[in-house]
């Protein structure tokens, strides 16, 4: 692993199939209430990989698990790093490509946070959620989740 972050990361929204989003807040940030996010610990690391690694490293949840759908939405965020963030990046880095995926997740999920990374969990509606985020490209993650989810079956006689 490098010294310096790797400028590629992974916003992962969870959810439950009734579209319920898991924000997490982050320590020392009172309002910074987000999705599972993290970058790759090595350049190869293929996007699939860091997102699993990083939804069980902070929510202790196995993405590969029975009952668990992970989905590559197969689109990327770029943007500037925030500055009291860059220095945690080589001299010269100043933008991060972020890979968007979703994991549907059994309702009643049990979460077990990082305590060095966050310090709350919750879960709301995927539009509250969107409210919620400190991050717009989270928001708008939010706000998409409808499009990248299946539908519940239809229950009732067939026509």
Same mark, same amino acid.
């Given at each position: ?21 898991? $924000? ?5 940030? %009172? ?10 610990? !090595? ?7 860091? %997102? ?15 009952? =668990? +759908? ?7 965020? +770029? ?10 990046? %080589? ?34 509606? !995927? ?5 919620? =985020? ?7 993650? =939010? $706000? ?14 067939? %026509?």
């Amino acid at each position: 692993m490098s010294a310096y972050k790797i400028p590629e990361s992974v916003l992962v929204v969870i959810h439950t199939p009734a579209l319920e989003v898991l $924000l997490i807040r982050r320590t020392g940030d %009172a309002d910074h209430w987000q999705s599972v996010t993290g970058s790759k610990d !090595w350049l190869d690391e293929p996007f699939e990989d860091t %997102a699993v690694r990083e939804v069980r490293e902070e929510t202790g949840i196995d993405a590969r698990a029975p009952g =668990c +759908v992970l989905t590559d939405w197969a689109l990327e965020n +770029v943007y500037d790093i925030w500055p009291q963030w860059l220095h945690r990046y %080589a001299p010269g880095v100043v933008r991060n490509r972020e890979r968007l995926f979703g994991l549907q997740v059994p309702a009643g999920q049990p979460i077990t946070l990082n305590p060095r990374e966050h310090v709350r969990w919750r879960w709301l509606p !995927w539009r509250e959620a969107a409210l919620a =985020c400190f991050s717009p490209s989270n928001a708008e993650a =939010c $706000l998409m989740l409808p499009r990248f989810t299946q539908p519940p079956p239809a229950h009732g006689p067939e %026509a």
